[in-house]
């Protein structure tokens, strides 16, 4: 029962958000995975033209445990626009926010490829709370779109490579 009882604390206490926190270096570069589901609304302005706008919730991975962006929640709101039925460009930002409630924020746009379902996307490092206020930096991401999870819904994998600087 006492061996139990520790193994479930230590658990616990593994899993804190104080205990997976560790000092950022001040400057370095990170890989992220990030996956996203959001919502759509559009507006036809006429046959040719069609300007949407999304509401996007993910969650983050960095590929080194414990690295930047590690563990975070992510809130996207963009917009992307479709002239003659093919995708024109995209713009938006993002807030990531970590266990303790630290926040960064990051200002993208995005531009399609020669692959359907495949994006280019371009990220400023805008600001951040606690641990990450002032930080900058940039990030070039690929984004794959998967299956819609249902009528007005959207679903997606970004693969970002990130260089930053802390104060």
């Known amino acids: 029962m006492i061996r139990t009882t520790a193994g479930v604390l230590l658990c616990i206490a593994l899993s804190s958000p ?3 926190q560790t000092a950022l270096p001040k400057e370095g570069s990170v890989e992220l995975t990030t996956t996203f589901q959001a919502t759509f609304q559009a507006i036809v302005l006429d046959k040719e033209f069609v300007q949407s706008f999304y509401d996007a919730y993910g969650s983050a ?15 996207c709101l963009g ?21 303790s409630g630290d926040k960064y924020y990051i200002s993208y746009s995005a531009s399609g490829t020669d692959t359907p379902g495949h994006t280019i996307s371009k990220g400023t490092w805008v ?3 606690g641990k990450y206020a ?4 940039n990030c070039d991401g ?3 779109a998967l299956p819609s999870p249902g009528a ?10 990130c260089t930053y600087k802390l104060p």
Do not use: N, P, Q, W
């Not at 917009?79 to 024109?88: E, I, Q």
């Not at 002032?134 to 930096?137: H, P």
């Open 142 to 144: 690929k984004r794959y």
């Open 134 to 137: 002032g930080i900058t930096g």
């Open 79 to 99: 917009s992307a626009r479709f002239v003659k039925g093919k995708f024109d460009g995209e713009f938006g930002g993002c807030e990531y926010t970590d266990r």
């Open 127 to 129: 600001g951040g709370t």
């Open 152 to 161: 007005g819904r959207g679903a997606s994998l970004v693969l970002s490579k």
């Open 61 to 75: 991975l960095a590929a080194k445990e414990g690295g930047l962006g590690d563990r975070m929640t992510a809130r």
């Open 18 to 20: 104080a205990a997976a």
